[in-house]
């Protein structure tokens, strides 16, 4: 029902921005909210934002709050997450999430609703 297609993954120096872009269409009514997850090699999926699509509220994970910035443009029904002073341990495959639950619910990976998935965006942060 609901199609994400994320880009502007790549490769960055540490120190370093990038952009990630999330595109949505499809039954996209019913979404409440949408943010980012990441998933590193041998870790565990992990929130990192989301964003009210009405309120534009936001929530991060502690351990991007004042280097990352989610944002959204309702018009073109996209999602961004600006990254900056990016470090190694950010590295990981980025997806993007959208969902009939709240930014808050989504925040606290609270799911239970209907969640959608992009196919993921690979950012990498060298040293």
């Known amino acids: 029902q609901v199609q994400l297609v994320e880009s502007g993954g790549g490769l960055v120096q540490a120190g370093g921005s990038l952009r990630l872009s999330c595109a949505a269409s499809?039954?996209?009514?019913?979404?409440?909210?949408m943010g980012w997850f990441r998933q590193a090699p041998g870790k565990e999926r992990e929130f990192v934002a989301s964003?009210?699509?009405?309120?534009?509220?936001?929530y991060y994970v502690d351990s991007v709050k004042g280097r990352f910035t989610i944002s959204r443009d309702n018009a073109k029904n996209t999602v961004y997450l600006e990254m900056n002073s990016l470090k190694p341990e950010d590295t990981a495959l980025y997806y993007c999430?959208?969902?009939?639950?709240?930014?808050?619910?989504?925040?606290?990976?609270?799911?239970?609703?209907?969640?959608?998935w992009g196919a993921g965006t690979l950012v990498t942060v060298s040293s």
């Open positions: 499809g039954s996209i009514f019913s979404i409440n909210a």
């Open positions: 964003i009210s699509r009405d309120s534009g509220r936001t």
């Open positions: 999430a959208a969902a009939t639950t709240t930014a808050q619910q989504m925040a606290s990976m609270k799911l239970a609703g209907m969640t959608y």
